[in-house]
């Protein structure tokens, strides 16, 4: 199902009883980070805020705070089937290199010049007081828009990318955007001052269809534009229009969009912010988003969502990420079986992954291969079991890790980029990973004792037991 913009989006939520609406005022001021924060970890509904204290705008929070909701974000029956819709589009994107027919139906479309643009509907000067943006925990250093769709252009090619950068209030008309040096935002952004630019345009879009949502946070290639991978996932292209000050187009059914540009010269403090480890983050310099004009639907619902320890909302956005992160992996290293990111890894500091084991140390092989790509160079944490075990029975995984290593033997530690929020290395952006073999030894691998064999019940007996478990007094 294609929602067309987030405001159908609840309204599916609430048919569906997914939805609690909070009529009562509620403060933007840490009140509503700690309902939410309740809700999320109690695997509550999905939140609608409809009167906020000093401000016209209601506030959706925890919209895809579950399995079920993320799966319905992305039009699919369950989580899971994200992998076979990323395998197809992969598929589709190397026939596409030829003559552009393959995905045509999914490009981001521009609505007819006669039509209103629903997020244009309202033009106005930037105030953002008038927006109910949080202020999530005590020690921030201010309120920060927190599910933006930060739209940049490559100033050689032209081609967009939707990336999710939080955004820092400084005051009425500027931001801070946290654009880490790994990140395509800031690669478009140090190559317009390599080129001598001044300016840089950049649209902020708030809201929009959820697949969208989702695509800013997606583990793209770099080449691929996030809206026509949304067009894909929603079987419908996404409405975009031209921003009234600049070139950059925008989904047509954001519920807002902040327009304006950075100034390549110029950085301010940043932070400190509360992020999903549990800890504030450094005060940092990064770069400031002017706004020329904020543009709005008539009757605009504010998405917000908040970070810290987990399970939050993010970490279910990552759980579709990790699906979609295996056919890309596999591509790549044919012999993973499947991965799994544990909730309270919160997306990069610990990866289990199962492979084929084929030959001695193969799993270090896969250790220096994932520390190697773009979208799993932070991972902390790395471990590798064999495919037997699945890498989502974490007790299992621990079973394995207790039992299978010898630590100077199976142990790997490996110095490379880190996580700019990791706070527990001795220096920003770099520090040690560990990789950890919980593979079965073989004598080849220098294990010259005789691995025992495992305990594994006949399956003669475990047929016997199933045809006659009811008659056992058990229920299946």
């Known amino acids: 199902m294609a929602y067309q913009d987030l405001q159908h989006f609840i309204q599916d939520l609430n048919k569906r009883g997914l939805l609690h609406s909070i009529?009562?005022?509620?403060?933007?001021?840490?009140?509503?980070?700690?309902?939410?924060?309740?809700?999320?970890?109690?695997?509550?509904?999905?939140?609608?805020?409809?009167?906020?204290?000093?401000?016209?705008?209601?506030?959706?929070?925890?919209?895809?705070?579950s399995y079920e909701r993320m799966a319905l974000a992305l039009g699919l029956n369950k989580l899971d089937d994200i992998a076979e819709v990323m395998q197809a589009f992969m598929s589709l994107w190397k026939s596409n290199a030829g003559d552009g027919q393959a995905l045509k139906d999914y490009f981001p479309r521009k609505i007819d010049i006669d039509v209103m643009a629903p997020c244009q509907e309202v033009i106005e000067e930037p105030n953002l007081d008038e927006l109910p943006i949080l202020h999530s925990w005590p020690q921030d250093g201010g309120r920060a828009i927190t599910l933006p769709l930060v739209i940049t252009q490559d100033p050689e090619t032209g081609q967009q990318n939707v990336g999710m950068y939080r955004l820092h209030v400084f005051d009425q008309r500027t931001t801070g955007i946290h654009w880490h040096w790994h990140?395509?935002?800031?690669?478009?952004?140090?190559?317009?001052?390599?080129?001598?630019?001044?300016?840089?345009?950049?649209?902020?879009?708030?809201?929009?269809?959820?697949?969208?949502?989702?695509?800013?946070?997606a583990p793209l290639p770099k080449e691929i534009d996030e809206m026509l991978f949304a067009g894909f996932l929603r079987k419908e292209p996404i409405r975009v229009v031209k921003c009234v000050t600049s070139d950059i187009l925008?989904?047509?059914?954001?519920?807002?969009?902040?327009?304006?540009?950075?100034?390549?010269d110029e950085m301010r403090a940043e932070g400190p912010y509360a992020n999903h480890t549990g800890y504030y983050s450094a005060v940092d310099d990064f770069p400031v988003f002017h706004i020329e004009k904020v543009t709005r639907k008539m009757k605009p619902v504010y998405p917000t969502t908040i970070v810290g320890q987990p399970p939050q909302e993010n970490c279910y956005i990552a759980k579709a990420t990790e699906r979609t992160m295996v056919p890309v992996l596999r591509s790549l290293l044919p012999e993973i079986v499947d991965i799994h990111l544990p909730l309270e890894g919160i997306f990069n500091n610990c990866a289990i992954v199962s492979i084929k084991k084929a030959y001695p140390k193969h799993a270090q092989k896969v250790m220096y291969g994932l520390w190697g790509l773009k979208h799993m160079m932070y991972t902390k944490m790395l471990?590798?079991?064999?495919?037997?075990?699945?890498?989502?029975?974490?007790?299992?995984?621990?079973?394995?890790?207790?039992?299978?290593?010898?630590?100077?033997?199976?142990?790997?530690?490996?110095?490379?980029?880190?996580d700019l929020l990791d706070c527990a290395s001795n220096t920003a952006h770099y520090g040690h990973r560990l990789g950890i073999d919980a593979t079965k030894k073989w004598a080849s691998e220098g294990h010259t004792r005789n691995w025992p064999d495992d305990v594994v019940m006949p399956d003669s007996i475990k047929t016997k037991v199933d045809e006659r478990w009811a008659a056992y007094g058990f229920v299946k």
């Open 250 to 264: 925008v989904p047509a059914d954001a519920e807002f969009v902040l327009e304006g540009y950075v100034e390549l």
């Open 383 to 418: 471990i590798v079991v064999d495919e037997q075990v699945s890498p989502h029975d974490v007790s299992k995984v621990m079973w394995k890790v207790f039992n299978n290593i010898d630590p100077k033997r199976d142990l790997v530690l490996s110095e490379g980029p880190l």
């Open 23 to 65: 009529d009562v005022e509620v403060d933007s001021y840490l009140e509503m980070t700690e309902i939410a924060d309740r809700v999320v970890k109690q695997r509550g509904n999905a939140l609608l805020f409809t009167k906020v204290k000093n401000s016209n705008y209601p506030v959706l929070m925890n919209s895809m705070g």
């Open 183 to 217: 990140k395509d935002g800031r690669e478009a952004y140090e190559k317009y001052r390599r080129m001598g630019h001044k300016r840089m345009p950049v649209a902020v879009a708030l809201g929009g269809d959820p697949a969208l949502i989702y695509s800013a946070t």
